[in-house]
């Protein structure tokens, strides 16, 4: 089975984004050349991307899945850093999902284990 091993998030500001991500999330960014921001994930595991600035005709692009230990305490700091909740916090068999727009229009699903 193929498995996500990066991503790739196109935003008109995003160094904008890059700190939200920093803030929220905890990961480790680091700007590049070319309006680029690498992205780590985790220090031992999980998956690498990055942040540049997307063209006029694809300002915006993107939404990944976030596991996290809290949705409710990721959505208040989401919120704090300028996010907006698109769906709020549904219930399934084994987990919780909830979606966000980031504060640069970029789209995020947040999800929890039960």
Known sequence: MSRVIGFEMSSQEPEKAATFYSRVFGWETVEQDWEYWSIST?????????ISKGPSDYPHGT?????VDSIDEAV????ENGAKV???KMEFDDFYLSYLVDPVGIG???YEKK
């Open 42 to 50: 985790c220090q031992r595991e999980g998956i690498i991307g990055g």
């Open 63 to 67: 939404r990944i899945q976030i596991e």
């Open 76 to 79: 208040k700091k989401a919120i």
């Open 86 to 88: 698109v769906r709020e």
């Open 108 to 110: 995020i699903g947040l």
